[in-house]
């Protein structure tokens, strides 16, 4: 009897080993060349490299909803950059921000706010009120600040896109792509990361001050990812009755970044599992590689009519790129294309050429190669020593 029973263990053993073998089989196969989203369109890429790792039609032109606003978000911190306008400037709310509907702070005309909570509850609540107001306050109105927004859009190359205002309400059309919304996306996280630590708060609030005086208004994150998926950083939601449910979702894990766009999901709940599979995608078939780190020494070239006569070059920006997990990951080799020599004077970080990263026979990257100081031309006195020590030794 005892024999019997350990005989259906070790066949109950081997029946779940293989089915757990076949179900990751199956599982990996589905994530990779099967993957397949519900939602009208969707994309995902890596910011820093650009590189896209899934898309469904990815050009598809659709009402963006709140999404809109990564763009008004966006001229925001240029202007802040430009120093066109400062954090603790004060905005007069207009009556026209202040009847804007939708999703709003219940800001009041002739109420002052400051361009930081203005700004925070555009990124946290998705005020349409605050938008305008900050549009008009950028711009002069929200018309000439939608101008600004279309140009932004063509400078950055998003074909598919036309903006008409500056908070995302439904208009005939005001349209984007998951595409272009990915562009965008990667322009803001990119080139002013600081917003990250806006958009993943949870809960926080402003101080309205209006004629009947001061009142506390709660803000809360509409993006659910923040609270439920881990490494959520953002970034943007949206949702109309032409729109239905949107959202550029934002990660990050293992140092890698990655932005989901949803468009056009049927429920809130849609939405935010489909873009929480996109990532769990992205994060369990990529990883980054990196490449030798900056100012990594990769030899010494020739300097003619210099105090020194050779000196150390060195790599001037580290390579990372997205790679496929298992496929890509084959050993990473690098060729050298450089100058013979130089002449002094030779100035530090002066390219004298580059240098190749290959993943198999595939380019993953290539960075300058500099020198890493500088050398003056030599002087008579230098020349006649050094012939005086080729001679004496």
Same mark, same amino acid.
């Given at each position: ?21 076949? =179900? ?13 989203i519900d939602a009208k369109a969707g994309f995902l890429i890596e910011p820093t490299s650009k590189k896209v790792l899934y898309q469904k039609n990815p050009h598809e032109k659709l009402a963006p909803a709140s999404i809109t606003k990564i763009m008004t978000i966006l001229l925001i911190y240029e202007a802040l950059e430009n120093k066109k306008i400062k954090l603790n400037d004060l905005v007069n709310i207009s009556e026209h921000a202040a009847n804007m509907g939708g999703s709003q702070i219940f800001l009041e005309p002739n109420e002052k706010q ?9 990124? &946290?609540?998705? /005020? +349409? ?10 711009? *002069? ?24 205002? /500056?908070?995302? !309400? ?7 792509? #998951? ?8 322009? !803001? ?20 001050? @209006? ?9 809360? +994150? ?15 939601? *949206? =949702?109309? =009755? ?32 489909? #873009? ?11 990883? &980054?590689?990196?490449?030798?780190? /900056?100012?990594?020494?990769? *030899? ?32 990473? @080799?690098?060729?050298?294309?450089? =100058? ?19 993943? *198999? ?19 008579? !006195? ?12």
């Amino acid at each position: 009897m005892h024999k019997i029973k350990s005989s259906l263990k070790k066949i109950v053993a081997m029946i779940l080993l293989f089915l757990v073998l076949f =179900s990751n089989k199956i599982y990996a196969e589905q994530t990779t060349d099967n993957f397949e989203i519900d939602a009208k369109a969707g994309f995902l890429i890596e910011p820093t490299s650009k590189k896209v790792l899934y898309q469904k039609n990815p050009h598809e032109k659709l009402a963006p909803a709140s999404i809109t606003k990564i763009m008004t978000i966006l001229l925001i911190y240029e202007a802040l950059e430009n120093k066109k306008i400062k954090l603790n400037d004060l905005v007069n709310i207009s009556e026209h921000a202040a009847n804007m509907g939708g999703s709003q702070i219940f800001l009041e005309p002739n109420e002052k706010q400051t361009v930081k909570d203005l700004l925070k509850a555009i990124i &946290i609540a998705s /005020a +349409n009120d605050a938008a305008v107001a900050m549009a008009e306050y950028i711009a *002069g109105d929200e018309e000439n600040f939608v101008k600004l927004m279309n140009q932004k859009a063509k400078s950055l190359g998003m074909k598919d896109t036309n903006f008409l205002n /500056a908070c995302g !309400l439904d208009e005939e059309n005001h349209l984007t792509s #998951a595409n272009d919304i990915a562009i965008m996306s990667c322009e !803001l996280i990119n080139k002013y990361p600081e917003v990250l630590e806006t958009t993943k708060i949870w809960m926080d609030n402003i101080t309205h001050q @209006t004629r009947k005086g001061k009142k506390i208004f709660g803000l809360s +994150n509409t993006n659910r990812l923040i609270k439920t998926y881990p490494g959520a950083t953002g970034l943007k939601t *949206g =949702s109309t =009755s032409k729109a239905l449910f949107c959202i550029s979702a934002s990660a990050k894990k293992n140092d890698m970044n990655l932005i989901a766009v949803i468009l056009g999901a049927e429920n809130p709940k849609k939405r935010f599992g489909e #873009a929480a599979k996109l990532l769990d995608y992205g994060f369990m078939n990529y990883q &980054i590689v990196k490449c030798e780190p /900056a100012g990594t020494i990769k *030899g010494k070239i020739k300097v003619r009519k210099g105090e020194e006569e050779e000196i150390n070059i060195a790599v001037k920006n580290q390579v990372t790129n997205v790679m496929q997990k298992n496929k890509d990951q084959n050993k990473i @080799t690098s060729e050298i294309n450089l =100058s013979d020599e130089i002449n002094a004077p030779v100035a530090k970080n002066f390219k004298v050429g580059e240098i190749i990263y290959f993943a *198999g026979k595939k380019e993953i990257g290539r960075s300058d190669l500099v020198t890493t100081k500088n050398i003056k031309r030599a002087s008579l !006195l230098n020349i006649i020593n050094k012939l005086l020590n080729v001679w004496l030794a």
